[in-house]
């Protein structure tokens, strides 16, 4: 039986699980209907997941879409425990209580970075090509992703974007975890979780299709976007 959807006033507006990423994405358009038709309003979805969820995001507010590539930083041989993430510029972003609390030496630590750091410069030139990356100065910035445990990815994609001077930097997720969610405002002028369940256990658990997402779906979303913008790679 599907749960009830607590949004973050408590109400319960929605029912859980959503259908799959499309379907969340719809929802979340909903809560961020203030933002629809600002002029240079940027949506940038988390890739590879975070795309169908932001996809859906831009089209409803009429906003620009691109991609923003995140690495998760995984505990070894327990891929999905985040003990940080990785993003553009060099930005890092460790999580110190799970550190602390599995002993992880900073060798470990660095390796596990350089590794996913090859992967976000090969995500990076696989979705970008020959396109700059968006102007962020000045402009209202919607980060998605398709929803949040830890946050550690999220807030790494916060922590680098910030460093680019947004007008506003807006996070924002179908579902996340309800003090993940709070913490976030840290690093961002304004979060929407649209559903925070207790317990929460995973985002997986609140899709009923949660498949993951290809490079070649993400770049299927980013062409369709920029073809219907006319910004295309020459």
């Known amino acids: 039986m599907p749960q009830d959807m607590i949004g973050p006033t408590g109400s319960s507006e929605h029912l859980l699980p959503y259908a799959d990423r499309l379907h969340a994405g719809k929802v979340l358009a909903q809560h961020l209907q203030q933002y629809a038709g600002q002029p240079d309003l940027l949506v940038l979805g988390l890739a590879r997941g975070g795309l169908p969820v932001a996809d859906e995001v831009a089209r409803a507010l009429g906003a620009e879409l691109d991609a923003y590539v995140v690495r998760k930083l995984g505990v070894p041989r327990q891929e999905e425990l985040a003990m940080g993430a990785i993003a553009h510029n060099g930005v890092r972003v460790l999580n110190p209580e799970i550190i602390k609390q599995l002993a992880i030496p900073a060798a470990v630590?660095?390796?596990?970075?350089?590794?996913?750091?090859?992967?976000?410069?090969?995500?990076?030139?696989?979705?970008?090509?020959?396109?700059?990356?968006?102007?962020?100065e000045g402009?209202?910035?919607?980060?998605?992703?398709?929803?949040?445990?830890?946050?550690?990815?999220?807030?790494?994609?916060?922590?680098?974007?910030?460093?680019?001077?947004?007008?506003r930097l807006i996070a924002a997720v179908p579902v996340g975890e309800a003090n993940t969610c709070q913490s976030?405002?840290?690093?961002?002028?304004?979060?929407?979780?649209?559903?925070?369940?207790?317990?929460?256990?995973?985002?997986?658990?609140?899709y009923e299709d949660f498949p993951q997402v290809s490079d070649e779906e993400v770049n299927q979303h980013l062409a369709e976007a920029r073809e219907a913008s006319g910004r295309e790679p020459d």
């Open 184 to 206: 976030l405002r840290e690093n961002a002028d304004d979060v929407v979780c649209a559903a925070m369940p207790q317990p929460f256990n995973s985002v997986g658990r609140w």
């Open 109 to 136: 630590q660095e390796d596990v970075a350089q590794t996913q750091l090859q992967e976000l410069q090969r995500r990076e030139q696989m979705y970008r090509g020959s396109l700059p990356f968006p102007l962020i």
């Open 139 to 167: 402009r209202t910035v919607i980060v998605v992703d398709d929803g949040i445990a830890t946050g550690a990815s999220l807030r790494a994609a916060l922590v680098a974007l910030r460093q680019q001077g947004p007008g």
